[in-house]
């Protein structure tokens, strides 16, 4: 989550990766909500539908073709090849609201390099959206219209900071629950939007705070460029540059700091 190669580095991976989200929408938004969703639990007691792997089996079979030199690492069927350039994938993030059909998922596609993700594209087909970034180049979302830049808030205060923080349950199994009282009753607004829409509200200047426990890199990695490149800053919860903390604190950029003094005094 440190400093950024040239766009140059990255226009024909984002190239890609943006008809990644195309072969995944094709694979997850048909079989959203359908009557005979196929739904099984995974040996850490989440869910997984047949939407999830088809998904990803979709995305694999284009970066075999593609990549074939490029590693992958994916939420249902594990990491294989190089870590040197890495595609970090979560097929379908969000999948307890897919099997429910609440439209607030989507599919998370980043390249790392040497660990850092440097491309993020993030689709979330349901509510017709899109947003992607590249290293140097800026964070942008579409709908139906023209694609458009996208910037995190000016917002410098906590006292006017709107945050989410993604659930009740992380906080209390992780330790945290009276850090998040203290933030709760410190800023202007806290929702549970939850998932990776809500480090998207983040990029776009909505909400000003996300933090989240449990994570994996598939996660988040997707969302990194995406708040970095709209000027945000992305941190695991204990300030560690890292996508692999199993947690996440992410901020308009502004703020941060005053997020970790706050959640650690």
Do not use: C
């Amino acid at each position: 989550m440190t400093a950024s190669p040239r766009v140059d580095d990255f226009s024909r991976d984002l190239a890609l990766a943006l008809r990644l989200a195309d072969a995944a929408d094709a694979q997850s938004l048909p079989r959203f909500d359908s009557p005979d969703l196929e739904v099984s639990t995974k040996a850490d007691n989440s869910h997984v539908t047949d939407a999830d792997l088809a998904t990803e089996r979709a995305i694999r079979s284009l970066l075999a073709t593609e990549r074939p030199d490029d590693g992958i690492f994916g939420e249902e069927f594990g990491a294989e090849g190089s870590t040197h350039r890495q595609w970090i994938i979560d097929p379908i993030d969000g999948t307890a609201n897919f099997l429910r059909g609440v439209p607030l998922w989507g599919t998370m596609i980043a390249l790392a390099v040497d660990g850092i993700p440097q491309v993020g594209v993030v689709s979330m087909p349901a509510i017709g959206r899109r947003w992607w970034a590249a290293a140097g180049s800026g964070a942008w979302t579409a709908t139906d219209a023209e694609p458009r830049r996208i910037r995190a808030s000016a917002v410098s205060s906590l006292d006017d900071a709107s945050v989410s923080f993604q659930s009740i349950a992380q906080w209390a199994e992780s330790g945290h629950i009276d850090q998040l009282l203290t933030l709760a009753d410190r800023v202007w607004r806290d929702r549970a939007y939850g998932d990776v829409y809500a480090y998207m509200l983040l990029a776009e200047g909505r909400i000003d705070m996300v933090a989240e426990f449990g994570v994996k890199e598939y996660d988040v990695a997707a969302a990194v460029p995406i708040v970095r490149e709209a000027g945000g800053r992305m941190t695991g919860f204990d300030g560690a540059e890292t996508i692999s903390d199993l947690s996440t604190l992410a901020t308009n950029g502004i703020l941060h700091e005053a997020f970790l003094d706050l959640l650690h005094d």
